[in-house]
Structures are given as C-alpha cells and as structure tokens.
C-alpha cells in the first residue's frame, strides 16, 4: 500500500514537473519571439561600409593547355595591350580574355560604341567570369542535374541595341578572368571604352608586417589567405562570393578568428552574431546558414548540429576579444539553448547518432567520414568554451551542471570510442579510424598530452585512416597538432596543405583542395566549386597569433 502510495506521488510529482517545464519552454519561445526582432535591428545597425575599387584588365591573355597546370590549363599573356580593344574594331576578333591582375569580387561594365554608321541591328555577347583557368575552359552546359544549380557558374548573354551603350552586369561576380565572346554582330564596326571592375569588400585598414625573417612561402600564404579573408568579408562573412553569398556558422567562427588577427572589424562579426540569432526559429535550434536579404524567409529547415554548438564559442571570442559585455550577455540565451537542444540527443553522456538524421553534421566534405566520435569531441569542447563564456559572464549559475556533463561526456568517450591497444579513437559500427576523431578528442581534451601525439602518429602513418578532404577540416587539424606541442609538424602541414595551393597558382584559397585530384568537387563538376572560400583563410591566424612556431 505504501509502495503504492509512493508510486503515485512520484507520478505526480513527475507529471506536475514536466507540465513546469513545458509552460517554462512556452515563456522561452515567447520570450525567444519578442527578442528576435531586437536581435534583428542590431544587426541591420552594423551593416558596414564597403569600400570600392575601380580595376582595369591588366592583360590580354590566351588559354593553353597544359597537364602540368592546376585542373590542365594556365593563362599566357599575348603582346597585345588592352588598350587595343579601345581602338580597333572588334568584330574581326571575335573573342578576347582579359586578365584583372588578382582575384576579386564586384561588379563588371563596359561601353561600347560604333565606329563609322549607326547602329542599325542588335548586337549579342556572352560574358563568362573565372577564378581560375579550368573554370573558364569547361563545358559548363556538362553541368549535372545533379549538382548545384547552373546558374550559380558566373556567365551571361547580353544584347546592345543601340550605340553607344553602357553594359553592367548586375549580378557581383568573382572572378580574376573575364571572358568576351561576339555572338551575334550587324554591319557595323565597333570598340569598347571604360572596361572596369568595381571591387568591393568590408575588409579596411593594413594587417601587421610579419616579422622580416619569417619564410618567403608562409608570407605567400598569409598573403593569399588576407585576400581570401577580404573577399569573404562583405555584408556579412560569406562563405563564398562566387557561389552560396550567405552567411554559415562555421565560416563565421573560422572568419571572425582570422578577421581578430588581421582586419580587426569587429562590427561584422557582431553583426553576423546578431543575425543568426535574429533568424531563430520557434525552438530556438539556430539555423547552419542564412541569407541576410532574406530575414523573412530564412532557409527553412536546414540545421547544422556540429556548426549550431560553435555559435557560442564563436560568441566567447568575439568577447575575449572586445570586451562586449553587452553583446555576449544580450546572445547568451541563443548559446544556452544550442547547448540545451543538443543535450537532449545524449544517451548515457553519448551523442546519438540514430536520433539526429533531420540534422546535418559537416565537419568535412568527406562523404567516408563517419561523423559519431568527432560530433561526440565536438559537442565536449563546445560545452567546456560556452560554460567559460558563462563564467565572463557571471552566469554559471544557471549552467551549473554543464561541467558535469563536460566529464561524463570524457569518460563515456573513452569507454566507446577510444582503443587504448591501438592508442586511436575508432567511431561508428566499422570502427574507423579517422584523422577528425582523433583532433575532436584532442580539442576537447578527452585525450592528455600524451596520447594526443600518439593518436595523431598513428593516423600520419597509416594510409588506411580516413584523411582530411578539405581546408576547414585541416584548420581543427593544425589547432589540435599545437594543441599537443606538434608545432613544427603544424607548420610543416600548413607550408604543404596551402603552399600546395600556391603553388598551383591560387590567387585566394580554394574550398576544396585534394593535393592528389585537381578535380574533386562534393558537387559533381569542379567548375562549381568556389576557388576564394572563407574557411580556407584561416593560415591567416594561425600565422598571428603563433608568431614563434610561423614568423620565422
């Protein structure tokens, strides 16, 4: 009977809490609703300033083919002055590459006007725009339906009626080549005048000078990666400027890290920040992506569980950084709720990886990857950065067991993934062993000093481990090899990684590199693949910020 009893009054107890519950998840949605649109206005009121540049074609230049060259092609320059285009007429010629000089981003016009009688028929051009030489010589009607959509690839059909005329291209491009092809001509001779690119980025002021006996190609990278970061920083931090245009978490953190070590604008990442959390959802789960000109209408749907939980630490450096109390304690609701929502798809202090399929976890453009033992490090490490933000803050009250769940999630780890024989964290059913399981535990210092570097040789020396497929996997790879006190195999692996790109002739880093394929695209035609891409830059910080492992 008293068994009964207790039964009961448990029950109760137990229905009475989680009807408090769902009345306090009602206050938060309609506390979440009302702040939105705060959240909002704060970050219209940071939209920065873009500064513009006028650039004239530098050369004319003609494609060869080459299989030594990045993707078989380079650009060779002709000993025709641009000017040329200003006096003689066109139609003989037909077709012209006009070579900007470096890569940018902005907008593209010209004139053109007739030469000896009035225009008397329409005449037709097809402008096509690439970032490097491959792009520029690919089919792009080879496009799969089964890629992105092809009109992201950066060409146009302009028809002039009348001279003379201003051609402006209304799209912004990224380009540094410029291709011109007469498609459709009349009687009539004609020239073009004032062939411009408007360049435009929010990236202002001078970066600091490496020190003067840092080695020539790690001043190559940093230069290249400043462009890439500079490209990026528009509006907001895009991922891409030739395609997607919209603001990722995951770019976002690997941008800001960059931008505190160069550009230092750090309006825009509070911008960014602001508008993130602006474009919530109901549930408060953030979005993986946003297009700002759509506030409205966010992208419906696609959450990034591995980019949602790096909002907060994100959020943490930019406070580190500035000093913006305001700003972090005015977010701090948005990083609880990631860690919160997050926390609900644990089972015994395990990320259940059977639970989460209407979420999409990045990581790395590897489709091999099996992403349980890095979400598990992952998920570690953001919950240790957002209860430090929660201490700046003053607020750990409110986070008390998070600490708790940091070292059951470390233990459960090493019970799961961790093959102590072997010294490497192995995930999924297949047991894999991957380069990013073992930098998640690393970062997230489930693994000690000690049986980092282990697990990091292990996987440098046996090719059967999953490798890195892409630029923002190796950012994580380089942090943990410092992490550990690899410092000289991390900047061994940077000079390799992206001194590999430069050496292929990158004017900005790509978003998809392969040192072993020119050709790999997670899209199924390399054309579009963005070749100036914001998780590319971050040699950038890297370089800054240890100055005695890379300015030297």
């Given at each position: 009977m008293i068994r009964k009893l207790l039964k009961t009054l448990f029950v109760a107890a137990a229905v009475c809490t989680a009807s408090q519950l769902t009345a306090q998840n009602e206050a938060t949605q309609l506390e979440w609703a009302n702040k939105r649109d705060g959240w909002l206005r704060k970050s219209t009121e940071c939209i920065p300033q873009l500064s513009k540049q006028d650039i004239e074609p530098v050369a004319i230049v003609r494609s060869v083919a080459d299989k030594s060259a990045f993707q078989g092609w380079r650009m060779e320059r002709t000993n025709e002055p641009v000017e040329v285009l200003y006096k003689e007429s066109f139609k003989p010629r037909k077709e012209v590459i006009l070579d900007l000089g470096d890569h940018y981003t902005g907008y593209f016009s010209f004139k053109v006007k007739d030469m000896n009688m009035p225009t008397d028929a329409p005449v037709r051009f097809r402008l096509t725009f690439a970032e490097v030489p491959g792009e520029l010589n690919a089919n792009f009607e080879d496009c799969p339906e089964s890629s992105l959509s092809r009109a992201w690839l950066q060409d146009e059909i302009i028809t002039v009626m009348r001279m003379p005329h201003e051609v402006k291209v209304e799209r912004r491009l990224a380009c540094r080549y410029v291709k011109i092809e007469l498609l459709a001509q009349s009687y009539y001779d004609f020239v073009f005048e004032d062939i411009n690119f408007r360049a435009e980025t929010s990236a202002h002021g001078k970066t600091a000078e490496l020190a003067e006996g840092t080695d020539p190609m790690i001043k190559k990278i940093n230069e290249i990666g400043l462009k890439t970061l500079a490209e990026c920083m528009q509006t907001v931090y895009e991922d891409g400027p030739k395609r997607d245009q919209r603001l990722w978490v995951g770019d976002l953190y690997l941008e800001a890290l960059a931008n505190a070590y160069s550009y230092k604008n750090h309006t825009l990442t509070r911008r960014c920040l602001y508008l993130l959390a602006g474009m919530t959802p109901d549930n408060g789960f953030l979005r993986g992506t946003v297009y700002e000109h759509l506030?409205?209408?966010?992208?419906?749907?696609?959450?990034?569980?591995?980019?949602?939980?790096?909002?907060?630490?994100?959020?943490?450096?930019?406070?580190?950084?500035?000093?913006?109390?305001?700003?972090?304690?005015?977010?701090?609701?948005?990083?609880?709720?990631?860690?919160?929502?997050?926390?609900?798809?644990?089972?015994?202090?395990?990320?259940?990886?059977?639970?989460?399929?209407?979420?999409?976890?990045?990581?790395?453009?590897?489709?091999?990857?099996?992403?349980?033992?890095?979400?598990?490090?992952?998920?570690?490490?953001?919950?240790?950065?957002?209860?430090?933000?929660?201490?700046?803050?003053?607020?750990?009250?409110?986070?008390?067991?998070?600490?708790?769940?940091?070292?059951?999630?470390?233990?459960?780890?090493?019970?799961?993934?961790?093959?102590?024989?072997?010294?490497?964290?192995?995930?999924?059913?297949?047991?894999?062993?991957?380069?990013?399981?073992?930098?998640?535990?690393?970062?997230?210092?489930?693994?000690?000093?000690?049986?980092?570097?282990?697990?990091?040789?292990?996987?440098?020396?046996?090719?059967?481990?999953?490798?890195?497929?892409?630029?923002?996997?190796?950012?994580?790879?380089?942090?943990?090899?410092?992490?550990?006190?690899?410092?000289?195999?991390?900047?061994?692996?940077?000079?390799?990684?992206?001194?590999?790109?430069?050496?292929?002739?990158?004017?900005?880093?790509?978003?998809?590199?392969?040192?072993?394929?020119?050709?790999?695209?997670?899209?199924?035609?390399?054309?579009?693949?963005?070749?100036?891409?914001?998780?590319?830059?971050?040699p950038v910080y890297f370089i800054y910020k240890y100055k005695d492992i890379f300015q030297r």
């Open positions: 506030p409205e209408r966010p992208d419906v749907g696609l959450h990034v569980m591995d980019y949602s939980l790096l909002y907060g630490v994100a959020l943490l450096e930019y406070f580190k950084e500035t000093g913006d109390r305001a700003t972090a304690d005015d977010l701090w609701p948005v990083v609880k709720h990631q860690v919160e929502f997050a926390r609900a798809y644990l089972k015994d202090n395990v990320f259940d990886v059977e639970k989460q399929p209407q979420h999409w976890l990045v990581f790395d453009w590897k489709d091999d990857l099996n992403r349980h033992a890095p979400m598990q490090g992952l998920m570690t490490f953001a919950i240790e950065q957002s209860y430090e933000l929660a201490k700046m803050l003053g607020r750990e009250g409110e986070v008390a067991d998070w600490p708790k769940v940091v070292k059951d999630m470390r233990k459960a780890s090493r019970e799961v993934f961790y093959d102590k024989k072997l010294g490497v964290m192995k995930s999924g059913p297949d047991a894999q062993i991957s380069y990013l399981s073992q930098v998640w535990m690393i970062l997230s210092e489930t693994l000690n000093q000690k049986e980092a570097v282990r697990a990091l040789e292990y996987v440098f020396a046996n090719d059967s481990t999953c490798y890195i497929g892409s630029p923002y996997a190796y950012h994580y790879l380089i942090e943990a090899m410092i992490k550990c006190g690899m410092g000289e195999r991390a900047r061994e692996m940077l000079i390799t990684y992206w001194g590999g790109m430069v050496k292929k002739g990158a004017d900005t880093f790509w978003e998809v590199y392969d040192p072993n394929d020119d050709y790999k695209s997670p899209y199924k035609f390399y054309p579009m693949n963005s070749y100036c891409h914001a998780w590319s830059c971050t």
